[in-house]
């Protein structure tokens, strides 16, 4: 019954019709013949991500839809029949390193002629992107942006039945993309699984290409998630994180009254040893409601995602964040009271159009008043068609490094000084992999989000152990088994 959850919505369109779904799975099968012919052998296909989260979780939906196909994952590049680079468009660097990478690839089309390159994802979604791909590829024969992720089948089909080039972009901006279920995932190896609860964005941070390259924010109804949650747990994955560009305002749109929390609910009700992670949080939408269920769970990790762009309330209202040092500090003040164990990570950006040096020591004191577990700081990168990206910006990029390296350097000692007062303390921690570093060890991860190798034996990806912290280091810790 895949098309009953379109009636139960306000906007239908936001689901893909199950004729849609449909004629998809036909051409599907209609490629798998094509390909063979195409290539001489079953084909091999590589898919490159970029960028988030989020786009590892449409690669997994794109490497399922082609192993559908009869694909096999290619080993490497080089031996790819099939090369599709899933994009990112969220600063400027990505951007030049992804087209200077695609330039590349010529080499090995003109080895392999037959060879399919395709390029997908958020930078497709900019016009100007995809008009220079179309006049310095012209070996790229197949692009598409995001709101046509579950038509690759169809688009695949009208390259390999003789069309030179299929380009499918932009219908995405101002509207949601669209949501398709049942697609098939190609999930990574591992002990985590992702699971994306909605799409896109409304937020429009000034300073954001999501809302536009990703289009309106949508829900999946909770019944497919909570569908999808049981399938990753009865796959033996022992991590769930659920994902969403602001998970707390999961629920807009549905017919259902059900908001992130009363979803995390169900999720945590689901029979199992297993936890629950998410990202990301958005501080205006974060609720003490939200809080309070993380500190009385048993699964869902104490340790929250929280970005905080800035800790100044001037570069707050400029960036559209539409919430105060203030209302953030008390989220963090109040989820410390309920959970003394709790970590926090967050997301901030140097040298936005304006700040002036006052502004970054707002950031640099907020940073040491909530002492993060670890931070992903970034240079202020201006994008087309962004409201930061008209604003006055005097500021040199080389002040803006020095203020990053401050704010790196102030982290740094943060981390050291909690990840050495952690030694000695018992964690229980879900072991991922050998170590890379230590032959016989293993790694794992806590709780509280640290990594965490120490020497083991009999022990396997997916166990829960008991680990005693014997050395905090900067960025993970070193233990030993708790017999
Ligand atoms: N410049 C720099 N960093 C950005 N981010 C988003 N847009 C930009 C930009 N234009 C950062 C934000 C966000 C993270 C995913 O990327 O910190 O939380
Ligand atoms: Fe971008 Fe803001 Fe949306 Fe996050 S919440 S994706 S930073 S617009």
């Not at 964690?427 to 965490?452: A, D, Q, T, Y």
Request: charged fraction near 25%; include cysteine; proline fraction near 5%.
């Amino acid at each position: 019954m895949l098309n009953t959850q379109t009636k139960q919505r306000e906007d239908a369109s936001a689901v893909v019709s199950r004729e849609e779904m449909m004629r998809q799975w036909e051409m599907a099968g209609q490629n798998r013949q094509l390909l063979i012919h195409r290539m001489g052998h079953p084909p091999r296909a590589w898919v490159k991500t970029f960028g988030c989260q989020g786009n590892v979780a449409d690669s997994e939906k794109i490497m399922g839809m082609l192993i559908d196909m009869g694909c096999e994952p290619a080993l490497d590049e080089k031996q790819a029949d099939i090369i599709l680079y899933n994009t990112c468009a969220i600063r400027e660097n990505a951007q030049v390193r992804l087209l200077s990478m695609v330039g590349e690839l010529k080499r090995l089309k003109q080895a392999n002629p037959n060879m399919i390159i395709g390029l997908c994802g958020c930078m497709m979604q900019q016009e100007a992107v995809v008009r220079q791909i179309r006049n310095s590829f012209p070996f790229v024969e197949l692009i598409f942006g995001t709101h046509v992720l579950h038509r690759l089948p169809q688009l695949l089909n009208r390259l390999l039945c003789g069309e030179h080039r299929v380009v499918d972009c932009f219908e995405g901006e101002g509207r949601a993309n669209p949501i398709a279920e049942h697609l098939p995932i190609r999930r990574t190896d591992g002990v985590q699984a992702s699971l994306q609860i909605m799409y896109g964005c409304d937020n429009f941070c000034s300073y954001c290409i999501v809302p536009y390259v990703r289009g309106r924010e949508v829900s999946r109804e909770p019944d497919q998630i909570l569908r999808e949650a049981k399938e990753i747990l009865a796959m033996g994955y022992k991590e769930i994180l659920l994902l969403g560009q602001n998970v707390n305002s999961y629920g807009k749109g549905l017919a259902e009254p059900i908001n992130f929390t009363e979803l995390l609910r169900r999720i945590e009700a689901l029979d199992g040893d297993f936890r629950i992670r998410f990202m990301t949080s958005h501080p205006k939408d974060c609720t003490r409601e939200l809080i309070d269920l993380i500190a009385q769970s048993k699964k869902i990790c104490h340790n929250i995602h929280l970005p905080v762009q800035s800790g100044s309330d001037r570069v707050l209202g400029q960036m559209n964040r539409r919430y105060t040092r203030e209302h953030y500090l008390s989220l963090i003040s109040y989820a410390k009271e309920k959970m003394p164990d709790v970590t926090f990570t967050t997301d901030i950006i140097v040298g936005f159009p304006g700040e002036t040096y006052e502004d970054f020591l707002q950031t640099l004191s907020l940073c040491q008043e909530v002492r993060y577990q670890c931070m992903f700081t970034f240079i202020y990168s201006p994008r087309p068609g962004t409201r930061a990206a008209s604003m006055p910006d005097p500021v040199p990029y080389k002040e803006k490094t020095k203020r990053l390296n401050e704010l790196i350097a102030a982290q740094h000692q943060i981390s050291e000084e909690d990840n050495r007062a952690r030694e000695g303390c018992i964690e229980r921690v879900l072991v991922e992999k050998p170590s890379e570093h230590h032959e016989g060890w293993m790694s794992g991860r806590c709780e509280n989000g640290m990594i965490v190798t120490f020497p083991a034996e009999k022990v396997q990806p997916g166990d829960f152990v008991q680990v005693r912290i014997t050395r905090g280091l900067r960025s993970e810790y070193e233990g030993e088994l708790v017999k």
